[in-house]
């Protein structure tokens, strides 16, 4: 009878735990799972990239979703958290990594099917705290030092409140995510172990960094006032080449020898020797210029947030307007072949076909 | 109950008062008969009092919280936190349109303008609240290198030319918030005009009538017809105009009542072909009614568009109990009685009878109180002092007065040749003669048969019965409405949609702003947007990931609710800046609102049911949801309050009637005889609703009440009877012969009269109430027909070998029996 009794009094307990933990607590965005939501493709989605054939998109809520037929179905993804995601890459046809909101990074193995977190805004602090205390200040004055390691407190402290907003992966090992107030952090090793490259970017400021991205046989990380930086491959730091423009660059693309920066109020900055020197290019837009790709016959397209398409026959060195069939607010942009563009943006994915 | 001991050897004909023993009858009739003068003096200083009363303390209303259920979590919810819930208050919405052109017009910007400060001058308007492409506060936000940039929408050089319109343009492409102003078509535009409640400086509450006529008059009417300028159609929503409308409606309902009135009298002198009876019994009715508006305005009742339908119901009960007392008065004076001995006769003969039926209405009326709706409970208690001031006017002072004015002495003559030619099956004779058959067995089966398959086709027919309003718009007026094809138009031309259901969050002083907060407002509006039927959500988070954006130069990548608490801050209080409707000033009441496709109910149970489990799931001590608010919210606790008095209802109404059949017949086999007509007349109500596209509201809750209530008089009439010739020795087909011949006409009566009395609401502007008065008239016509003739088939089966009962009625039987 005892037994039996104390079964009870321990059943009713453990039923009285589980209610209280799933009413009583708040569950974190990194904790929570991302829903399935048949609105998912007609919501917020910022990001589009391809593994191999396969259309992958990524936005707000943990929302990922991927799609076979080039845009016409899309089947929604796994995704261990329901933080707001900003960017995605795929070096390979099976390895990719997206990054957001609340400093996560995932990452897939299965070409975008199911994704693990691998990092998120509550382990940065640490590691970073972990890093400069044995950091030896290579490169960095002592002062400098102090400032980064105030800064890995002041990061472990503040917890998950800064996003990445864009990630690059050279091939399936070597990656870089980058955010808010100089946020970086690289890896060797697809993303086990990452590592703050604080100390590595000429950004004294701390401005925030919105994308980083290979272009004309460069790495190029670009952010807030017009900062342009590019990676001294030899000393492994990202050093600022100047551009002469006050305000947010959001991207860049590139062709061949040119470098394509783009950013607020259709303003085009291009180079063709490697960050030197830079021309604006006259678009004749006045809205933030967002997203970038490049057609498989060479063109080079620019989307803004109203949603006019931009296309550039030469490089870069001008642009023409391409009408569209509808104007979708556009965040990111890839094509579908050489006859159509798959647009993400606030109205989630929309396939519009391209003039020739 | 010793005024009801009828003797019938005591009632000979009787030609002249000195051979009348007047202190004979009960010690009611003595009291109420040898002091006439008295009773009448009575009657007339209460005429006068409440007749000052009725002049004097009438307030029409139409207000909706009385047709809520107040006890309703939902109803609770909403009303302890109405007032911090600005944004789903009282706002109308004034829409202009361009019938030859656009919105970029010159001239129709012109006007517009007009429109737009007169509405603002308007009393009643919050006018710092107001909101068109011409205030000020609607403006335009761009970010650029520089940071934040914004202007009004109307630039302050703006003149009219084609470059200002053309900045116009470029200015609406660029703000949001005056693009909801705007319509889809961009043929015409919306003036946001929130009320006050009461006048801040008389704290005078709002008239919403007189509102609504300022709106008109003043707007509507002006402009529409303006000589000048593009020709412009003005729409207007909102509950300040939804009241107004449902006021001029109720303020019409006096017209029907003529109408009904009219049509009963005129039923009545068909009847009696005696114009001085029919007066008595007119007048007598209309007392009543004066009674009962006096009374109820001195207890302080208003009168509402379901307690303005209690005169309609008292003149018609009224006007048929009073024929039944002239029909004995007549066939007394036509034998030769002097009217005053006529009068004391037929008291005798009917009081308790008539107290019977009466109390029957009384019980059918007093079972709504069970109903959680102030409207019904208020119907209920004023129906039931209808009722009860019956007894005295048409019960008492009818034959007293009679008793002075008598009938005509054609009249009277008339109806006893009626009478004996009915008996030789002549005129309606031939009809009474064509009822008996259903006492044999042939015709009882095939009634009985005919019954159970009407029964159960109506029964599979009702189980497609919907709950709640079918309609589109607003379903208190007619889809053909003016204020509702207002609806139509500006919900088919403007992104959002007038049917809300809101959640309200609550959490302690300045917690609206806090990242959890508004992470958790974010997913329950992601949540409801999952919901068939839920057209879009807007809450404070979507207003915050708009700011968050804005802080980062418009990027979409922040479209977010920031974790930075800093950051989500600064967006919260610039939303609410922006927008002040998104919480309340302590920042502690969060709405989350879901603009539904449509209010029918299997949307909002659907809304309700998600709703529910996200606020049971993530609710928390300073965090709780709790539903629900808007029009749909409150709409949907009804439709949960209805479905649920609508069982109980029908349980206490069948329950009270079957008791009250119990005690007048003392049989259940006779109870059974009694009520299944009226089961059957329930069942194919529900099936016509179905017909007619009707849900179970409101407004239907009262009609099986009252139609069963008052359609059992008609069984009392003819089976109380029918009893007692059978206990006396009559055979069953003669039994049901000689009632018929003694209160089948008067149940064809009741059935007209009863029928006139509510089928002018049919023409009511308010819906509700011409649903009510169709289902109502339908009851009353199918229960006297299915009395008339069910009744005796199935006493063929039930009571055809011997009945057991005594019935109350016994006295009155066994004389005409003799």
Known sequence: MKFRERIRTLSSVLVLMTVACSSWAFQDPLDRPATKSALAPRSLLNAVAYAGERLVVAGQRGHILYSDDAGKTWTQAEVPVSSDLTAMHFPTSQKGWAVGHDGVVLATTDGGKSWIKQLDGRALGQVMQEYYARFEGKGIDARQLEELRAAAQRIAEEGADKPFLSVWFDSETDGYAVGVFNLIFQTSDGGKTWTPWFDRTENPEQLHFSSIQRAGNGLYLVGERGMVLKLDKEAQRFRSVSVDYPGTFFGLTGREQSVVVFGLRGNVFRSEDGGAQWHKVLTGLNVTITGATLTEDGRIVLVSQRGDVLMSADNGRSFTPSPMAQALPASAVAPVGTHALVLVGTRGVNIQPLKK | MAVGTNNPDVMPVVPSLKDFDSSSGSWLERLLFNNRLAVMLICLIATAVLGYFLATQLVLNASFEKMIPQNHPFVKNYLANQADLRGLGNAIRVVVENTEGDIYDPQYLATLREISDELILTPGVDRAGVKSLWTPAVRWVEVTEEGFQGDPVMADDYDGSPQSIAQLRQNLARSSTAQNLVANNEKSSMIVVPLLDRDPQTMARLDYRSFSHTLEESIRAKYE???????????????????????????????YFVASALIATAIIFAYTRCVRSTLVVVVCSLIAVLWQLGLVSALGFEIDPFSVLVPFLVFAIGV????????????????????????????????????????????????????????????????????????????????????????????????????????????FGKFWLFLERFTERRWASKVVLVAAV?????????????????????????PESRYNRDNAYITGNYSLSSDQFAVILKTPPNGCVDYKTLTEVDRLGWHLRQVPGVQTTVSLADSVRVVTAGLYDGSSKWLTVARNQETANFAGNQSLINNPDLANKECSIVPVVAYLADHRAETLERVVQAASEFAAEHSVDERQFLLAAGNSGIEAATNITVREANRTMLLYVYVAVMALCYIAFRSWRAVLVAVVPLVLTSILCEALMVFLGMGIKVATLPVIALGVGIGVDYALYLLSAQLAYQRSGLSLAMAYKKTLQFTGRIVALVGVTLGAGVVTWAWSPIKFQADMGILLTFMFIVNMFGALVLVPALSYFLLSPKPVATPILAGEAERLAA
């Open chain 2, 225 to 255: 017809n303006a000589k000048d300028g593009p020709k412009l159609k003005i729409h207007i929503i909102g509950f300040a105009k939804l009241v107004g409308d449902l006021m001029d409606g109720l303020a019409q309902m006096a017209t």
């Open chain 2, 454 to 478: 009407l029964a159960v086709g109506g029964f599979v027919v009702s189980l497609n019965l919907k709950i709640g309003d079918l309609d589109a718009g607003a379903p208190e007026l007619r």
């Open chain 2, 320 to 427: 048929s109990h009073g024929a039944q007392k002239m029909n004995g008065i007549l066939q007394d004076v036509g034998r030769g009685t002097h009217r005053l001995v006529a009068a004391r006769y037929t008291f005798r003969r009917l009081f308790l009878a008539g107290l019977t039926a009466l109390l029957a209405d009384a019980v059918g009326f007093a079972v709504l109180m069970v109903i959680d709706f102030p409207v019904i409970k208020d119907l209920a208690i004023t129906a039931s002092i209808g009722v009860a001031i019956l007894i005295v006017t048409n019960l008492v002072l009818l034959p007293v007065l009679l008793s002075y004015v008598g009938v005509s002495s054609t009249a009277a003559e008339r109806s006893l040749r009626l009478e004996r030619e009915e008996l030789r099956g002549k005129g």
